[in-house]
């Protein structure tokens, strides 16, 4: 299964993969029409960014990103895990995860490292925690679907954006609480 996904998202397919989270709806990078494909599915706005799931640090920074100091500690400190970092990329900025999930990680990399990834779900909608709610709400237009079992954790990532001099933001605070989120930071 793994190569077969690989290989699909290579050549600009959408598939539905299982995250220690919740599910998610990804596509290669390197496929504009495939990332925009994901917001057609979701009836996302196109101008929305979509988050990159990464197999490990290095691979975010292969992508181009840079690590503050502050977002240093917490990608250490929290992944694999359900924190998404909102860093430098050039002159740009960029969300990763490493997600907690070992066939998910095995798949970045079969990929090149990253994959944009966003909630299996239709927008506004409840993200999916199983491959059968994926499925009623974007898998039928997915390529592909794959099965992970219910998502262990259930809840979003939370989502911090560390600013070049290291001021960090919690755009969204879901499975790791902000106050934990500066202390760590801190440390």
């Known amino acids: 299964m793994l190569e077969t996904a690989a290989r699909l ?3 600009a397919g959408v598939a539905v993969i299982p995250t220690d989270t919740v599910y998610g709806i990804a596509a ?3 496929c504009p029409a495939a990332v925009a494909r994901i917001c057609t599915i979701k009836g996302r706005p196109a101008g929305k960014p979509i988050a990159l799931l ?3 640090a290095d691979a975010v920074t292969a992508f181009g990103a840079t690590f503050p100091v502050a977002a240093r500690r917490l990608a250490v400190a929290y ?3 359900a924190l998404t970092l909102v860093l430098p990329c050039g002159t740009e900025y960029e969300g990763f995860r490493v997600p907690d999930h070992a066939f ?3 798949l970045l990399a079969a990929c090149g490292g990253t994959l944009r990834v966003t909630s299996a779900n239709l927008s506004g909608a409840m993200p999916a925690v199983s491959a059968v709610d994926a499925l009623k709400d974007v ?3 997915a390529d592909l679907v794959i099965d992970g079992g219910v998502s262990p954790g259930g809840v979003a990532s939370t989502v911090v ?3 070049a001099d290291g001021t960090l933001t919690i755009l969204r605070e ?3 609480a902000s106050a934990e989120i500066f202390r760590t930071a801190a440390s």
């Open 174 to 176: 879901g499975a790791i």
């Open 79 to 81: 992944w694999p895990g």
């Open 54 to 56: 990464a197999a490990d």
């Open 28 to 30: 290669h990078p390197a």
């Open 161 to 163: 954006k560390a600013e």
């Open 9 to 11: 998202l290579r050549a």
């Open 139 to 141: 898998g039928l237009e």
């Open 104 to 106: 998910t990680r095995a």
